[in-house]
Nanobody, 120 residues
């Protein structure tokens, strides 16, 4: 079992930056790949970024590539999403998730989400 709690969301102007954090609990957290997803109002949840259990592999949605960076610190049981050059279309609730498979189509564990709002 893995429990996930996101933080770091808020209101930012277009072009600004935010860093989201996801604190994980569970003895086997380090075994899990981690992902960030987002859901905007009226839209389906979409994948944003994923990182392997070691941090050695990561991949991104095309819409955020070059602007967002996912990282993890297994000593702190935390995964991060650094978001730069934010755009109004990045506005969404952001969720972190965990799964044994980095490329899973259905992550097993989810946090409650944190709101990110980008004003134009």
């Amino acid at each position: 079992q893995v429990q996930l709690v996101e933080s770091g969301g808020g209101l930012v102007q277009a072009g600004g930056s935010l860093r989201l954090s996801c604190a994980a609990s569970g003895r086997t957290y380090w075994r899990y790949a981690m992902g960030w997803f987002r859901q905007a109002p009226g839209k389906e949840r979409e994948f944003v970024a994923g990182i392997s259990w070691s941090g050695g592999d990561s991949y991104y949605a095309d819409s955020v590539k070059g602007r967002f960076t996912i990282s993890r610190d297994n000593a702190k049981n935390t995964v991060y999403l650094q978001m730069n050059s934010l755009k109004p279309e990045d506005t969404a609730v952001y969720y972190c998730a965990a799964d044994l498979d980095l490329y899973s189509g259905s992550y097993a564990y989810w946090g409650q989400g944190t709101q990110v709002t980008v004003s134009s």
